[in-house]
């Protein structure tokens, strides 16, 4: 019996350690190594019960949504945990926004009833409160969206996580009442507590989408000199965020050239996961700050890496001009 139990212990920290792995190259779009480490551990544990639920995050994450509900559905159809019904609704969800209109209200409320089955098995989980939360803000009531949801579930989840129950309220806010009520809402947050980075984080990016450059770069700004220690933390999220908007914001305006620059450079050299089309935006808005600059053979070198990457079709379209 100890020998049977100590090979079920081995074969599943091998199991997890195989899923943290596919998670890891997910995040970096690495769509080749995730779909090579899927197959693997089919291919050593064949009754593994997670494959098809992979499969079908790795297709969604592809954008081939057709393929995602495929495999979603054969995941569905075996015995399915919270986990599973809770992608179910995202996949179903990005359906919707895809198909035709006499399809999208059946794809809304077969997305509604997975969050709503995934938050029942599970209704302390963050992910899934935030799933369903998202449904009932963006989804209209034909399609199953619940307002009168939304505020039960955005206090539940400000117990459980503040950080993400401002950035949805702040969202709905937005959503509902407009951008300048949503400001009113972010500053009264950072006057109560104007050293969270997070809540900075929040209102930079509510200024970068209002056109309110000279503020967007200021909270950017005062988010990087006061870089995290702790390089696994939300905050250090948002100060390595911070560095390619502010950035983005020096290659727009033509301003803030030389710490734009610094930033740019810094987040390309940072020992972190990004995704291709991460580098590759960051290389091509770093050669427009070197060509502001006058510099043409640094802004040469990192079009070059930018374009060696294979990108989107919008930079892909841009690079092509240059």
Known sequence: MKVVLLFVFISNTLMAATESEI??????????????????????????????????????????YDKAEDYIEKALDKKPDAKVYNLAGSVYGVQAREANIFSKLGYAKKSKKNFLKAYNADPNHKDYIISLLQFNIQ?????????????????????????????????????????????????????????????????????????????????????IINQPDDMKSEDFRNWNNSLYRLGRLASIEGKWLQEGQQSFVTYLQLDHDLSIDSKAWANYRLGLIYQQMNNNVAAKKVFTIAKSMKTDKELTKRLKKI
């Open 23 to 64: 998670d890891t190259a997910l995040k970096s779009n690495d769509f080749r190594v995730a779909k090579m480490l899927v197959k693997n551990i089919s291919q050593t544990s064949p009754d593994y019960g997670l494959k098809d639920y992979y499969r079908a995050l790795i297709a969604l994450n592809e954008g081939k």
């Open 139 to 223: 989804a209209p009531s034909i399609a199953g969206g619940d307002s009168d949801q939304i505020e039960p579930l955005l206090e539940q989840l400000e117990k459980i996580d503040i950080k993400s129950a401002t950035q949805l309220r702040l969202q709905y806010i937005a959503d509902e009442e407009g951008e300048e009520q949503a400001l009113t809402f972010i500053n009264n947050k950072v006057a109560d507590n104007p050293k969270a980075l997070y809540l900075l984080y929040y209102r930079a990016f509510l200024y970068e989408n209002a056109k309110k450059h000279e503020l967007a770069y200021k909270d950017f700004h005062q988010i």
